[in-house]
């Protein structure tokens, strides 16, 4: 009998990771297939077939960063509005949409994310963001800051739940011959008033009655904090082991702080994988994926995080915590540039070992480039060290890669016990273990 582990939850990037770099480029990396929405339905069928929590979309609502233009783009659409193709196709997969606080008003949030949680009978989850950019589409000249953006969306989450209570969310009791049609909930005003927005209300679309899972990104001492008081997971950047470590006591520490579980915020780390049969052939996808990003773009992405230019400095020359000046303000992510100076500090790189760490070349995620059992030996070690409640895949440098990813490791996970062997129920939130909004 295998011992009874904790469970882990499993999600699945949707945005096309495995096109990275020049991956796009490889015969096998069916770049044609990314304007076919039937290609994301499939992607969403197989990963409902491998028993998935779910599958996860970010957004961006900015331009692609310079030098991406010529590359498959695609990460523009809509999520949401994409995740509600894909409940029409799926009955039991989690259905994780990102949408910004920043830019969207919460009246809208409320409804679209509602009307996905209807359609599809319980399996939105909503990935709070507060954006990096993209305030020239909306009429800004500038992002409003780190701080702000945070306060507007602790307050659009206060709208967009007491919304949510005002959605009939179960069958009416209906008599004709009386004119009574009372559908238990009762639709009326919420008159909220806050700092950054008013609104009436009641929303009065259909709604579901299990909960919406809340997730969040970002990690910055607020970004903590807004976690640690509404959300249900958190989708991390962690590129170690020891980060994913403090990072989940942490939030276990902010949430008590606020009244609630200790284990309220699930972590969930990105995991970037480069699988292949062999370690070898793993780190030569890696290296093809990322051979066409050349060294003057990964030094310009390092000096906009870090805030000083190490252009003139030998590769070989190790980079120390005192080299670095104090943290830049007005950094596109705090989370991200933080991660990077704490990697610096810890093991002093050379500018060389640095330029290929993920922290630069991809989104600082957790990486594995190797074979697929090497990649269950990894998430067995964080899992037993306590870094982590689950992960987010984000299969990178080729469809082969994704198949590996799908085929191997959650069964792998399942016959040790630590994932699910098949689904019960189907609402998102009970297979999250969340039981209230
Ligand atoms: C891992 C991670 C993923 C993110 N994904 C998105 C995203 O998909 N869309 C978006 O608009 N912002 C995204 N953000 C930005 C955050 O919502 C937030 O605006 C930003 O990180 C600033 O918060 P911080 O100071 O806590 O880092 C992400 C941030 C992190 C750390």
């Known amino acids: 009998m295998p011992k009874i582990q904790k469970q882990l939850h499993i999600g699945m990037t949707l945005a096309p990771t495995w096109l990275s770099g020049d991956a796009w480029r490889r015969e096998d990396s069916q770049v044609e297939r990314l304007s076919d929405p039937c290609f994301f339905i499939e992607l969403a069928q197989r990963a409902e077939a491998a028993h998935l929590d779910f599958v996860f979309r970010p957004d961006s609502l900015g331009a692609p960063p310079p030098g991406m233009a010529k590359r498959p783009g695609g990460s523009g659409s809509d999520p949401t509005l994409l995740m509600t193709l894909l409940a029409g196709h799926t009955s039991h997969i989690g259905l994780l949409t990102t949408a910004s606080t920043t830019f969207f008003p919460p009246y809208i949030l409320a409804r679209a994310l509602m009307t996905l949680h209807w359609l599809s009978g319980g399996r939105a989850g909503w990935n709070i963001v507060t954006s990096l950019d993209g305030q020239r589409n909306f009429g800004l000249a500038q992002m409003p800051s780190a701080d702000e953006r945070y306060a507007s969306a602790a307050e659009a989450v206060q709208v967009i739940r007491a919304l949510w209570q005002t959605c009939p969310n179960g069958a009416a009791t209906i008599d004709r011959s009386a004119g009574l049609y009372d559908s238990a909930t009762i639709a009326e005003p919420i008159n909220f008033e806050g700092a950054y927005y008013q609104v009436e209300g009641p929303l009065g679309a259909m709604g579901h009655p299990t909960p919406l899972p809340l997730f969040q990104a970002g990690a910055s001492d607020i970004g903590r904090n807004f976690a640690a008081g509404i959300a249900?997971?958190?989708?991390?950047?962690?590129?170690d082991k020891a980060t994913a470590i403090e990072l989940r006591a942490d939030l276990r520490r902010r949430a008590e702080a606020q009244g609630r579980p200790a284990d309220a915020v699930r972590v969930m780390p990105g995991l970037s994988l480069f699988l292949a049969a062999s370690e070898a052939e793993a780190q030569e996808l890696y290296r093809e994926t990322h051979?066409?990003?050349?060294?003057?773009?990964?030094?310009?992405?390092?000096?906009a995080m870090l805030g000083f230019d190490l252009s003139d400095w030998e590769g070989s020359r190790r980079i120390t915590a005192a080299d670095l000046p104090p943290p830049a303000q007005g950094v596109r992510s705090r989370t991200h540039a933080e991660l990077l100076r704490r990697k610096?500090?810890?093991?002093?790189?050379?500018?060389d070992a640095l330029l290929e760490a993920p922290e630069v070349l991809g989104s600082a995620h957790w990486q594995v480039i190797g074979t697929p059992g090497q990649a269950i030996d990894a998430i067995r070690d964080w899992a037993d060290a306590g870094a982590m409640d689950g992960f987010i895949l984000f299969p990178g440098g080729s469809v082969p890669c994704l198949d590996l990813a799908l085929a191997i490791i959650p069964s792998a996970l399942a016959e040790d016990g630590r994932f699910r062997n098949g689904y019960v129920g189907s609402d998102f939130a009970s297979r999250l273990g969340v039981a209230t909004q």
Do not use: H, N, V
Request: proline share 7%; glycine share 6%; aromatic share 4%.
């Open 291 to 303: 051979a066409g990003t050349s060294r003057a773009q990964k030094l310009a992405k390092l000096t």
């Open 232 to 239: 249900d997971g958190t989708f991390a950047a962690c590129p």
């Open 344 to 351: 610096i500090a810890r093991s002093e790189p050379t500018l």
